[in-house]
């Protein structure tokens, strides 16, 4: 719904000789006035505090909400001032990108089971299997292109990732 719909009537109000005697005007002496249909205002605020109370009931969401958002291309909500922010075709694009990523790690369990330890396991888990596959490809394209493994990891991992890579003996 765009702000054309519910604006209405625009017109200029100009204060001249105001009235009772004592009542002084400034300089800026008019103003604009707008009628604005107040139902379709009613419906699209009734909308949007809809959409929002959705956004904050999904900051701690069940298992099966997991694979949902891993799936949904959803609006971003500022959290500080509540505004709906839309989203943009980059976001789009990453969103897609890594989906794979998103649903892989939805099979975390939520915090809330068990004070946060099964999720805690589960995910030091995934991070053990995606470095070991990390570490097989480094591994196998060293061999195939003819570098060391060592000097390969330096190469594909960031920099901030690495403490020390001991080089072999």
Do not use: R
């Amino acid at each position: 719904m765009s702000d054309d719909d519910i604006s209405g009537p625009k017109f200029k109000v100009i204060i001249e000789k105001a009235q009772p005697a004592g009542v002084k005007v400034s300089k800026k002496n008019a103003c604009i006035v707008e009628i604005i249909n107040h139902e379709l205002e009613i419906k699209n605020d009734e909308e949007h505090t809809q959409l929002l109370n959705y956004f904050v009931g999904q900051k701690k969401p069940t298992w099966g909400a997991q694979f949902i958002q891993a799936i949904m291309l959803t609006p971003k909500v500022d959290e500080d001032n509540l505004i709906v922010e839309e989203v943009s075709a980059y976001e789009a694009f990453k969103h897609f990108a890594t989906m794979f990523w998103k649903l892989l790690f939805a099979f975390i369990p939520p915090v809330e089971w068990g004070s946060g330890w099964p999720a805690f396991c589960v995910a030091l888990f995934f991070i053990g299997v995606v470095t070991a596959v990390v570490a097989e490809v480094a591994t196998v394209l060293g061999c195939t292109i003819g570098l060391k493994e060592a000097s390969l990891l330096s190469h594909l991992l960031p920099s901030e990732h690495l403490f020390q890579i001991p080089s072999p003996v």
